[in-house]
C-alpha cells in the first residue's frame, strides 16, 4: 500500500504546535482534507469557531482559493496567540482571541467551520444568519450512525437529527473514516 498524501506544510506546523502543547482537540486528518476540498471551492470570507492550534484553519489555508480570507476565533489567549504567531507570516488567515459570536459579527461567511462545543450545541439560528446562500457549515467528530434517527451511545443523537432536518439547509452526514463522520450542511 502507498503512503496518503502528505501534509501540507502549515498543517504539519500546526500539529506540532499540539502536540508541544499537549492538545488533544485538534482536527483529524481525514476530516481535514475534507475541508480544505470544500475551501477551494469557495470565494469570499472562510470562518472557523474554536482554533485550537490552528489545525483546521491550516488545512482550510491549505486548500482556499485565491482572493479568499480566513477568519478564526478561539477564547483561550494562550492559544489564539500560539497560533497568531503560527501564522504570522500569512496574510490571508486572521486569528482573533474572542468569544464565537464576535466572529459571526464579521460575515457572512461561504464556509463556517464550527469546531467549538457551546457553538456547536446552541448555534443553529446564528449560524444559519451568518452564512452566505450557498454556504457550507461544517460539524464534526461525530461517530457513524447507520440508523434514523441517529444514534450515540445507545441515545437518540438530537444535535445530529435537528442539523439534518433543518429546512434552512441542505445537510448530509459525511464519513470521512470508520469512526469518523462530519456533518456538511448547505444554506439554501
Ligand atoms: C475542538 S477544539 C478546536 C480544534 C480546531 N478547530 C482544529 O481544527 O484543530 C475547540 C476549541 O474551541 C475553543 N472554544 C471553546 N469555547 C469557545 C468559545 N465560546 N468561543 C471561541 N472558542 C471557543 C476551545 O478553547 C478549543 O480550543
Known sequence: ?????????????????SGR?????????ETGRLLATLAASRTGMLGEIGTGCGVGSAWLRSGAA???????AESDPQLAKAVAEL???DQRIEVIEADWTALIERGPFSLLFVDAREAKLSARDVIAE???PGGFVVLDDFTPSAVWPPMYEGRVDTLRQEWLQDKRFTTV???????????LATKR
Open 130 to 132: 451568518a452564512v452566505e
Open 1 to 17: 500500500m502507498s503512503a496518503p498524501p502528505e501534509l501540507p506544510p502549515l498543517v504539519s506546523a500546526a500539529l506540532s504546535l
Open 87 to 89: 501564522f504570522g507570516d
Open 21 to 29: 502543547r499537549g492538545f488533544v482537540s485538534s482536527t483529524r486528518n
Open 66 to 72: 485565491e482572493g479568499t480570507q480566513i477568519l478564526t
Open 173 to 183: 452526514e459525511v464519513m470521512v473514516a470508520p469512526d469518523a463522520a462530519v456533518l
